[in-house]
């Protein structure tokens, strides 16, 4: 008899395997743009990418990509304790994509591709305007909130590209509940017809 993970053990593992690919990830981007392309006015971000899949696997949990994201571009670029608070507490607004997949429902965004994409779009935009209003309650200009919006606009083909690609994977833009209970069903439908 082979052991087996209780459900919390494995959404904690999920959630690890995601929070380092996140950190890794956005580490990894942000250090090659500030060595390869210092000049460049743009950033590209897989946070949103990855913290949408999240929600869609373990809603609000997904708060934890969302941070890791923002401590590693904060790592990356070598960021102020100021800029650290506002990507860290801006990320947190991506929290509003839980509330559009349940308004929406989980089925229609995993399986209708423009839904996909604009779950996406709206992720990033989330994060995007968090940042903006926090970093206006800290005293930023209003062009410095722009520039939120301006600088990582690139980010919207990252994400929509990666969501594209996710949600035709097998299991990996779904409800994890929702998945591991159809899993069973097949793996007990295909034992009956064995026998």
Known sequence: MRPSLSFE????????FFTVMTFLAELGITMAASKWFPDQLYTVSVTAA?????????????????????????????????????????NLFSV???????????????????WTLGFGVMTLFLMQTG??????????????????????????VFTAVILWIARRQDGIFEDQKAYLLRMQEEREAERESNF
Not at 9 to 16: I, N, T, V
């Open 131 to 156: 940042r903006a209003v926090v970093a206006g309650l800290l005293g930023s200009s209003l062009r410095e909130m722009m520039a939120f919006y301006a600088t990582d606009s690139l980010s919207y």
């Open 50 to 90: 990855l913290t949408a899949i999240v929600v869609m696997r373990w809603k609000g949990f997904a708060m934890i990509q969302a941070v890791a994201g923002a401590l590693a571009l904060s790592l990356g670029m070598g960021a102020s304790p100021k800029q650290i608070l506002i990507y860290c507490l801006g």
């Open 96 to 114: 509003g994509a839980v509330f559009l997949r349940r308004a929406a429902g989980e089925k229609r965004i995993r399986e209708n591709v423009v």
């Open 9 to 16: 053990q494995y959404r904690s593992l999920d959630l690890f």
